[in-house]
């Protein structure tokens, strides 16, 4: 029998005594204002039902309730709220249920907390993520996960904001019990009619007593306050989260609820908020390009590698991870013992942390083969070329994979910023050539820049996002140019820190800058730890095609003559005395750079950190114009994932381009001219930019779907 309801993303079945309520709103059942309502009236029509003597809740496919629609904040809020809600389900007269299949994720657990009874199947994922979107729980997590989970390990799930697998969800008292097969329904309706069996009655979360421990519970909130103070770096919710767990000490329940909320919808009006939110659902749109709607990826059951050094070897450790079998060339069978060595360095370390057995390490290593004999790729579905960064190198490879690969083959480049369409023409299947970038260390850098040539076949681009999903990365389509999306980026903002030092800032004032505004560590900082000697070589090759009018700052250059190159060799802008890890300031660089601004007859000026950061951010918004125009990025976002995943920017602020959004392009554009007014050649307006600013748009406007 089916209850009327108006509803068509809550629906509502009699099963014998118990209510069916099913949460319906795929494609992950997030809480949207029409899931609030159904759910609030369904719960109301239940309890008011003298034939209902309990009521089960349950989502409808393979999830409970992902959360709250994201998509909803920052909109004007509808009734009911959703603390709303979960309190009219924990008031309820009579036994509710949750049966938890899938996700069950903030606002959805919050759910299952205001029921009286949770049942999870095996395949159950319970968290409370909030804290990576900007915000905290605020439907009452933060006052019922303490209460039955006790304070520590709830203040660890949401200050994590880590998923949760059904067992732990157990052992924390956060589900009462686990059941076995995928069928939500079958297993609530079971424990519920148990339950009505054995005549149990309501069970309030708000009377559960894992706080009983006051002691252990202050003494917990303690520690997480001290260390989210060392941690969150800037964050606004983490503390948020704190105080409210404090609140379940000193207040009533009822006024814990009250200070929960008042505490999210401050989160929610944060500037935080919208960037971390945008950066999930932009993470999320990068995959979605025209190549991936197209075409079907080819089949893709074996990857061949040519070169064993840095970048190969992680690239064979992600493919190796990614399941697949890896076949690596190398000239000789000193460089392939080599490659071997690097790939197995990577597993030995997991061995030696006890985060894999040798047995599996033996396992991994099966699937892959080392050979000096490009004949060894003859029956690979795609090859990732990573030899040294040489044009004709890199051609010589191609004409041999050209020989050798069978038809259908995917011929891949990791290069950083040469001509791919250059490399495709010096084989005769060009429609199969497509650029990989890997970032290094491969095998742990999340982001891959997918690089379309002119002459690739849709169904090659469908592969290599296909190749990056399975190897976890989140890919960014880009254009070719040099550089691509984010070294082309880089090389520009990186030439207007350094016009900054030459202008006055130490590059130890502008590291940390960089550092305040959220990045983990500066461009000088990057610099050492990369090896100076990369960038030396990249400037020597663009010596001659560099404008002669350009404005050229010859710091670097001095302090790689001297052969300090880094870390790696023990100086480079900072001094890192044996073998430290954290650089010292260096005088002799500060030395070198005051040499610099003499020759050129430039008397240093005083730069505040906020100085430093429009100058360091409007370099980089106005190339990211650039680049979007010309279509290196597919939309602005793309270059927001580049630098989230590529760079270290910070997740918070959601991208460069979202930052632009967010201080207001007008604002932007304004600071460029002020610094043209210096360097007008450097501080050229984007064309973009300025069409935006006439049309009184954003980026966010570009951001729309592919087609
Ligand atoms: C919250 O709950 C606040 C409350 O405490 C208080 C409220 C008062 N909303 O990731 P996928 C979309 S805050 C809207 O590709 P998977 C997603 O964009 C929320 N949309 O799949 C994608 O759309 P499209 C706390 C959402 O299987 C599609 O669903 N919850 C939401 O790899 C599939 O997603 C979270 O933070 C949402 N909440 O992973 C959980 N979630 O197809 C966030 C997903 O158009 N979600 N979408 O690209 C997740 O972690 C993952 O999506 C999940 C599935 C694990 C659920």
Partial sequence: MTTPSTSTVVRSARQGDVLCITIDNPPVNAISSAVRRGLKEAVEAADADAAV???????????????????????APQPPSLPEVCN????????????????????????????HYRVALHDAKLGLPEVQLGLMPGAGGTVRAPRLAGAQAALELMLSGLHIKAKEALSLKLVGRLAEGEDALAAGLAYANELLAQGAGVRRTRDAQGLADRAAAQAAIDAARADTAKKSRGLFSPIKIVEAVQNNLDKPFEEAVKLEREAFLACIDSPQRAGLIHAFFAEREVAKVPEAKAAQPRALNSVGIVGGGTMGAGIAVSALDAGLPVVMVERD??????????????????????????????????????????????????????????????????????????????LATNTSYLDIDAIAASTSRAQDVVGLHFF???????????????????????????????????PVRAGVCDGFIGNRILAVYKQAADYIMEDGASPYEI??????????????????????????????????????????????????????????????????????????????????????????GIVPRKFTAEEI????????????????????????????????????????RGGPMKYADTVGLAKILEDIRTFAQEDPLFWKPAPL???????????????????
């Fill in 53 to 75: 003597k309990a009521i089960l809740i349950v989502g409808e496919g393979a999830n409970f309730v992902a959360g709250a629609d994201i998509r909803e904040f920052g909109q």
């Fill in 88 to 115: 009219r389900i924990e008031d309820c007269s009579k036994p509710v249920v949750a049966a938890i299949r899938g996700a069950a994720l903030g606002g959805g657990l919050e759910i299952a907390l205001g029921a």
């Fill in 333 to 410: 069978q000193v460089s392939i013992d080599r490659g071997r060595a690097n790939v197995e360095k990577v597993y030995d370390g997991l061995v030696a942390k006890g985060r894999m057995t040798a047995e599996a390490k033996a396992a991994v290593m099966a699937r892959y083969t080392g050979s000096t004999d490009y004949a060894a790729f003859a029956d690979v579905d795609l090859v990732i070329e990573a030899v040294f960064e040489d044009l004709e190198v890199k051609k010589a490879v191609f004409k041999e994979l050209d020989r050798v690969c069978k038809a259908g083959a995917v």
């Fill in 440 to 474: 290094s260390p491969a095998n742990i850098m999340k982001l891959l820049e997918i690089v379309v040539p002119a002459k690739v076949s849709a169904d090659v681009v469908a592969t290599a996002f296909a190749l990056a999903k399975r190897m976890k990365k989140v």
């Fill in 511 to 600: 590291d940390e800058a960089v550092r305040g505004f959220g990045y983990p560590m500066g461009p000088f900082q990057v610099t050492d730890l990369a090896g100076g000697d990369i960038g030396w070589a990249t400037r020597k090759r663009r010596a001659a095609t560099r404008d002669p009018k350009a404005r050229y700052v010859e710091v670097a250059d001095r302090v790689c003559e001297r052969g300090w190159f880094g870390q790696k060799t023990g100086r480079g802008f900072y001094l890192y005395p044996q073998g430290a890890r954290v650089g010292q300031s260096d005088p002799e660089v500060l030395a070198i750079v005051d040499a610099e601004r003499q020759k050129k």
């Fill in 613 to 652: 950061m429009r100058r360091y951010m409007a370099a980089m918004v106005n190339e990211g114009a650039k680049v979007v125009a010309e279509g290196i990025a597919l939309r602005p976002l793309d270059v927001d994932v580049t630098f989230l995943y590529g760079y270290g920017f910070p997740r918070h």
């Fill in 689 to 707: 930019l300025e069409k935006l600013v006439a049309e009184g748009k954003d980026f966010s406007s570009l951001n729309q779907p592919q087609g």
